[in-house]
Each structure stands twice: as structure tokens, then as C-alpha cells.
């Protein structure tokens, strides 16, 4: 009988909801931690719409980050309870729940999310995000203190996102959540999206940070082709909005801003794809696809 028997490494694999009332730093916590952009990002909230899974492997620890819209009240259009939805939905089956602040205030849409995330069946992480734009250092621990008695929470983690401030600590407490398992994904898979989807965000992305004061939420990309020819993607997409003003504001004058939100989504593609891409848009009047439900599922967005 052989007595060398064959090593199986043991490997662990979990989910970890990243959850938060808008624009405190979600997308740009995940982007950070991976490495890699796939959660748009802007100044301006709610601009995550759908549930993005970012995956991180570190040889037998996988790690499956859920990026959610920010849970806000207030809006009643059908993308804005399809977001909520949707962030919700987040906190079912995850090991870890990371409910992410911003350090220099609490809100009522704050106080939303704690009561949600006090049901979670897991361990819930406070993530006190953008510390470094706190003006006194020294109300710090005063503020983590008075925090703390909020709930019982598994740890609280003062973090900066942006400029990659104790990350590396918070993914080690991650880890030790995360439990024994057969990996979900293979070792080299960064998302659970398709290009498309990463296409068509990348390009909304540019949308809000070129126009975020100038055009509101009603706008969606849809992408109508995305062919490999050779070495280069050739994408086509269609940005749609709710009245002829809006496209008026993204177009500009003699088509200056569509070409600069053109210029700006093909470097972040041509990024993220490693290809030379060839990408057009046109813009497209449907008005109230943002409070039609049948037009959110057209265009993507419904629960599974």
C-alpha cells in the first residue's frame, strides 16, 4: 500500500455584500480591493444601478465581492425601486456584510441601511469610509466610540478608498469570514458581468461625470453591437433619454460632448479589454423608460 497519499489543498470561497446609502465610497472600495475598475464611479449618488460581483482570488481564498446600489428613500420612479430592490437583495446569502459610511456624517438615509442590516445572519463590518477629509484627526476615535453604540457591530474599520488607507487590513478581517469551500469562479475571472454590461457602464460612467449636474438620472445605455474584428472591438451604443433637451446637453455644441464622452469610454475600454476598440454612439429620445417597468426589463434592469 502507498502511504503518499495525494495533498488537496483545502479552499475557501465566500460572498461579501458591500451595502450603504449613496455615494459613500462603494464602487471606489471595490475597485480598490480588486485592482481593477469595474463599479463606475462619480461624485454624484446613485449612480451603481445594478448588483456588479467583483471576484478576487488570492490562491485558495476567493473572495466575491457584491457591489449594490445605495439604499435611499424618497424616489418612487421604477428604477429607483429596482435599486432598492436590488440592494435588498444583497444581504441574503452573503457571509460578510460590509456597511460602508462616510466619516464625516451620519444621515437618516444611514439610519435606513442600519435597520436593514441589523436582520443580516452574518457578521456586519462598519466601514468608515473618507477619513481623510476629516478636518480634526482627533475626533476620530470620539466619533468611532459613539458609532459603536449604534449596534453591535463585528468591527468598525476606519478606511480611506481613494487613497487605499488601511484596505489591506480590512481584507484580512474579510478573509478570516470567508469559509472552507469549492471556488465558484475561475482563478483568473474578475466579474460576473459581461463585456456588454462593462461596455455599456463604462460608458454611462463618462455620461454622469461629463453632465452629472446638467442631466439627471433618466439616462440608460444600451449596446447594440460589440463584434471582435481582428485585434479590435468594434461597440456600438445607444444612450437613451427622456426628452429632447437632455439630448440636446449630451450631444453640445457641434457634437463636442458626445465625442469627449466617446474619447474618454474607448480609453477606459480599450483598459479593461486589453484590445484597440472602435466605438460609436448615437442618442435616443424614450420618454419615461425610467418609471415604465416593462422599459426597465427591456433594457436590463429587472430582479432575477
Not at 131 to 157: N, Y
Not at 232 to 243: K, N, W
Request: with cysteine; aromatic share 6%.
Amino acid at each position: 500500500m502507498d502511504h503518499e497519499e495525494e495533498y488537496q489543498e483545502i479552499t475557501h470561497c465566500g460572498f461579501v455584500a458591500i451595502v450603504g446609502r449613496p455615494n459613500v465610497g462603494k464602487s471606489t472600495l471595490m475597485n480598490h480591493i480588486l485592482g481593477q475598475k469595474l463599479s463606475i464611479t462619480s461624485r454624484k449618488p446613485q449612480t451603481t444601478r445594478d448588483q456588479i460581483l467583483g471576484v478576487q482570488t488570492k490562491g485558495h481564498i476567493q473572495t466575491v465581492y457584491v457591489d449594490t446600489p445605495g439604499l435611499h428613500k424618497g424616489q418612487d420612479k421604477a428604477i429607483n425601486r429596482y435599486m432598492n430592490r436590488t440592494a435588498s437583495s444583497a444581504l441574503k446569502d452573503v457571509d460578510v456584510v460590509l456597511f460602508v459610511i462616510d466619516a464625516e456624517r451620519w444621515t437618516e438615509e444611514d439610519d435606513n441601511v442600519l435597520a436593514k442590516v441589523r436582520y443580516a445572519d452574518c457578521p456586519v463590518v462598519l466601514v468608515v469610509n473618507k477619513v481623510d477629509q476629516l478636518d480634526d484627526k482627533e475626533e476620530l476615535l470620539p466619533k468611532l466610540a459613539a458609532l459603536s453604540e449604534k449596534m453591535t457591530f463585528s468591527q468598525i474599520i476606519p478606511i480611506s478608498a481613494l487613497r487605499n488607507k488601511n484596505l489591506d487590513r480590512l481584507e484580512s478581517l474579510v478573509e478570516s469570514y470567508i469559509p472552507e469551500g469549492e471556488q465558484y469562479y475561475p482563478e483568473d475571472q474578475i466579474t460576473n458581468r459581461s463585456s456588454r454590461f462593462l461596455a455599456s457602464e463604462i460608458v454611462r460612467e463618462k455620461i454622469t461625470r461629463q453632465l452629472g449636474q446638467e442631466v439627471p438620472y433618466e439616462v440608460a445605455v444600451q449596446i447594440e453591437e460589440f463584434v471582435f474584428e481582428g485585434a479590435t472591438i468594434h461597440i456600438s451604443a445607444l444612450i437613451l433619454v427622456e426628452r429632447d433637451g437632455q439630448k440636446r446637453i449630451i450631444i453640445g455644441d457641434k457634437g463636442s460632448k458626445i465625442k469627449l464622452i466617446g474619447k474618454e469610454a474607448r480609453i477606459d475600454m480599450e483598459n479593461l479589454f486589453q484590445q484597440k476598440v472602435m466605438l460609436n454612439l448615437w442618442v435616443k429620445v424614450r420618454s419615461g423608460w425610467s418609471d415604465d417597468e416593462r422599459a426597465l426589463a427591456s433594457l436590463g434592469y429587472q430582479d432575477d
